[in-house]
């Protein structure tokens, strides 16, 4: 799915069970049935996710966004403008 990155937020934490979570929170927007505008959305890109896709936030963007069937994040790359 194609969706605009409207912006990002550094996430550098340790959540309940002392595991570091690394990454960035990021607001993405598309167009969604029955919304007048774009339906945003908040989806979280790890560092190893960043990492594996050669990926940085860059806000403006449009943005090429997979989920697995549970929902999570499995892809995100940046569309390259001509």
Known sequence: MQAYLYGSRRVDMTD???RKV???SCFIGYPAAGVEGDEVSKVFVSDAMAQQCS???MVGSLVNVDFTPKGRLSF???VKEK
């Open 16 to 18: 309940d069970q002392g």
């Open 22 to 24: 690394q990454g960035f």
């Open 55 to 57: 990926w940085h936030p």
């Open 76 to 78: 995100i790359s940046t």
